[in-house]
C-alpha cells in the first residue's frame, strides 16, 4: 500500500462514507473495500465486499467495487461522539458482584462481563497506519480498519475463527480461557469455561454438518496472551450457512452459558454499549470464500483519543482483581498500535 493511500484512507474516516481495509491471517499487504458511492446494505447472498455485525445480531455490508482508495472530497464530514464514558473501576467492581450474584441464584453458569478504556492520541495519530502495523506486529491474526457513518471508526486485531471456508468445506473453533503463556497445565476455571464454549459449539454444529471433525484442544497464542482452542472441521452445503449465521453467535465465549439467558441479562444489565464488539466480521467472497472472525480486540476511534474494549469469562470461582487484569492484558494487542507516527 502506498503512504498517498494511507493518508486518503485516514481522510475517509472523517467521511460519511463506509469502507474496510483488512488482512487475513498470514498476510501483511491489506485489502480494500469499498462501493463506488460509499454506502453500506444489509442484502449481501450474493454479493462480495465486508461484512460488520454488532453484537445484537444487526449486519451492514459494504460492497467491494472500487479498486482504488479514491479522495473524500465526495462526501461530508462527521464527527464521532461517544454516548458513555469509559469504565470506571467502580463500575466494573458493581457489574461483576452483579453478574457473578445471578451466577450464584442459578440464572447462568457462565457471563461475560466487558470494560472500556480510554487512551489518549495526538493529531498524528493515523488509523491505516495502526492497522498496517497490526498487520507486522500480529501476522496470525485477523486484522481490519472499519469505518462506517453508523458506527464511526474502529480498528480489529481479532484471533477468533467464527466460520471460514467455501463450497461445503468449513472451518470454526471455541476460543475460550485466558492466560499469560506457560508451560503449566491450565486451571480448572479455564477448563471449565473452554468445556461450555466447546459444548454449545457442538451442539450447533452437529445437526448442520453432513460431517464433523473436532480437534484436541490446543494452546493459541494472540499477542501476549494465550488461550484454549479446539478446532471444528465439517463439510456443509454452503446454502446452510445463513442458519448456523442465525444460532451461532454471539457464542458463550463472548456472551456467556446459556447462551440466551446470558445475553437476556446483558442487554437487561449492560456493563458497556457492545456495539461492534464481540460481534463478528470479515469479506464475504474474497476468492471465493467466506472469512467471518469474532469482533475481539478491537478498538474504536475518536479525534482525539482511542476506546479499548475487552472483556472475561465470568466463572463460580472468578476473582475480581483476577478478572480485571486480564481485560488489562487484552487490551494490551491495541494500546501497542495507539503509537505511530505520519512522518
Not at 110 to 132: G, H, M, Y
Not at 169 to 176: E, G, N, R, S, V
Not at 328 to 336: D, T
Request: glycine share 6%; proline share 7%.
Amino acid at each position: 500500500m502506498q503512504m498517498s493511500d494511507a493518508d486518503k484512507i485516514d481522510a475517509l474516516c472523517r467521511r460519511r462514507c463506509a469502507f474496510a481495509l483488512y488482512a487475513l491471517p498470514g498476510e501483511t499487504e491489506p485489502h480494500f473495500c469499498m462501493a463506488a458511492d460509499g454506502r453500506t446494505e444489509t442484502d449481501f447472498i450474493f454479493s462480495q465486499g465486508f461484512v460488520l455485525a454488532t453484537f445484537t445480531g444487526q449486519s451492514l455490508f459494504i460492497p467491494k467495487e472500487l479498486n482504488e482508495v479514491p479522495n473524500g472530497d465526495d462526501w461530508p464530514e462527521i464527527t464521532s461522539v461517544p454516548q458513555r464514558t469509559a469504565t470506571s473501576r467502580g463500575e466494573y467492581s458493581a457489574h461483576f458482584k452483579l453478574y457473578t450474584d445471578f451466577i450464584r441464584a442459578g440464572k447462568v453458569r457462565k457471563i461475560v462481563l466487558a470494560r472500556t478504556a480510554d487512551e489518549a492520541v495526538n493529531e498524528q495519530f493515523s488509523p491505516c497506519r495502526a492497522l498496517l502495523q497490526a498487520c507486522t506486529l500480529y501476522p496470525t491474526a485477523f486484522k481490519a480498519l472499519v469505518h462506517t457513518p453508523q458506527h464511526g471508526t474502529w480498528i480489529f486485531c481479532t484471533p477468533e475463527q467464527l466460520i471460514t471456508g467455501s463450497g461445503n468445506q468449513w472451518q470454526t473453533m471455541a476460543l475460550a480461557g485466558t492466560r499469560m503463556p506457560s508451560l503449566l497445565p491450565w486451571d480448572a476455571k479455564n477448563r471449565r469455561e473452554q468445556a461450555l464454549v466447546t459444548e454449545f459449539m457442538r451442539d450447533i454444529l452437529t445437526p448442520l454438518a453432513d460431517e464433523l471433525t473436532e480437534s484436541p484442544t490446543e494452546n493459541l497464542r494472540a499477542g501476549n496472551i494465550e488461550h484454549l482452542c479446539t478446532r471444528f472441521q465439517l463439510r456443509m452445503p454452503s446454502g446452510r450457512l445463513f442458519r448456523l449465521l442465525e444460532q451461532l453467535p454471539p457464542t458463550p465465549a463472548v456472551c456467556g452459558s446459556p447462551v440466551a439467558a446470558a445475553r437476556e441479562l446483558l442487554l437487561t444489565y449492560p456493563d458497556i454499549e457492545r456495539s461492534c464488539y464481540a460481534g463478528y466480521l470479515g469479506p464475504w467472497g474474497h476468492n471465493g470464500s467466506i472469512q467471518l472472525y469474532v469482533s475481539l480486540r478491537c478498538m474504536q476511534v475518536f479525534p482525539d483519543f482511542c476506546r479499548l474494549y475487552a472483556g472475561g469469562g465470568l466463572m463460580p470461582d472468578s476473582d475480581e482483581e483476577s478478572e480485571w487484569q486480564e481485560t488489562a492484558a487484552k487490551m494490551q494487542a491495541m494500546r501497542s498500535l495507539l503509537v505511530n507516527d505520519k512522518n
